[in-house]
Every structure is written in structure tokens, then in C-alpha cells.
């Protein structure tokens, strides 16, 4: 009886796995450019802005990686460092998915991260070495999310005021706390 119902089984598995089509055929979709309105010079600077970010989370880990070492052993600085960094990649993060949202990043995405930016600094003689590199680090980030900003705002053609208005917000905002 087990025979049988094991040869129907496979009998009607046989039946259907040689008769389904087993590719997907998959057309890519036509989609409609004509609601993506950034241009290429806004858009060169945010893919700029983004690797500012991610250079700006590699250095604050390697404050957090120095300060977290047995021999120096600054738990309060490692957390602060490691808590910047934290936020440099949630920056990045964002302005990823902005520039998805906008339609820019379709196929290009895995460009932006092509390889780990590498701290220029690791070793530091003190904490407030370390806190005065981190503000210059952080005025520095700041500068370059303002010039992506003129950069957006001042196009004779084109005045990205989503951009602006949403870096104005969200991230000047938050490099002045």
C-alpha cells in the first residue's frame, strides 16, 4: 500500500515538475523617469556627503577601539566614541535612503561602499586629544553638509528645496546638539 501511494507521490510530482516552467522570466520594468528630479551635481554631492559619514563612523571607532584597550581603559570615552559613531553610519544610512527615496540609487547603490575608509588616526595621547579631534572631525562633517546644501540651493536651473529643507532638519539640526 505504501508503494503505491509513494509512486502516485511521485508519479504527480514527475507529472508536474516536467510540464511547469522552471525559469522565471522576469521583464525588467519600465519605470517612468520623469518624477526623478535631482541633479547630477546634488546628487555627486550627497554620494560625497555619504562617505564623509562613513569616514567620520570609521574614526570615531578607532577612538572607541583606543580608548576601550586594556592598557588605556576609558570605558566613559570608548561609549561616547562608539555612540558617534553609531550616529555618523545612521547618517549615512539616511542619506542612502533618501537618495533611494528619490529615485537616484536604482542600480548604483553598492558604489557607494565600494571600499572601508580607514581612520587616518589611531592612537591618541590623551582624552582631550581625542574630544578635540572629535570636534574638529564634527565641524568638518558639518561644513560639508552645509556645502550640500548651497550646492542643492544654488543650481540656476534647479533648487532642490526637499533636499534642502529635509538636510536643514534632519541634519544641521542634529550636528548643532
Do not use: R, W
Given at each position: 500500500m505504501k508503494a503505491i501511494v509513494?509512486?502516485?507521490i511521485f508519479a504527480i510530482c514527475a507529472i508536474g515538475f516536467s510540464s511547469a516552467d522552471l525559469?522565471?522570466?522576469?521583464?525588467?520594468?519600465?519605470?517612468?523617469?520623469?518624477w526623478v528630479t535631482?541633479?547630477?551635481p546634488c546628487v555627486n554631492s550627497m554620494r560625497t556627503q555619504i562617505q564623509e559619514e562613513l569616514n567620520a563612523a570609521m574614526q570615531y571607532m578607532a577612538m572607541?577601539?583606543?580608548?576601550?584597550k586594556d592598557t588605556i581603559n576609558r570605558?566613559?570615552?570608548a561609549h561616547f566614541f562608539f555612540e558617534a559613531a553609531s550616529e555618523e553610519r545612521q547618517h549615512a544610512i539616511k542619506l542612502i535612503s533618501y537618495l533611494l527615496m528619490r529615485g537616484e540609487l536604482t542600480s548604483?547603490?553598492?558604489?557607494?561602499?565600494?571600499t572601508l575608509p580607514e581612520p587616518k588616526i589611531t592612537t591618541?595621547?590623551?582624552?582631550?586629544?581625542a574630544l578635540k579631534r572629535a570636534l574638529t572631525l564634527e565641524t568638518a562633517v558639518t561644513r560639508k553638509i552645509r556645502d550640500v546644501i548651497q550646492r542643492c540651493e544654488d543650481d540656476l536651473t534647479f533648487n532642490d528645496y526637499h533636499l534642502v529643507?529635509?538636510?536643514?532638519?534632519?541634519?544641521?539640526?542634529?550636528?548643532?546638539r
Open positions: 509513494f509512486a502516485y525559469f522565471c522570466h522576469h521583464k525588467k520594468p519600465e519605470i517612468p523617469k520623469d535631482m541633479v547630477d572607541g577601539a583606543h580608548f576601550s570605558p566613559g570615552f548604483k547603490v553598492s558604489n557607494l561602499i565600494k591618541f595621547n590623551s582624552g582631550l586629544d529643507d529635509y538636510l536643514t532638519g534632519d541634519f544641521l539640526e542634529e550636528q548643532y
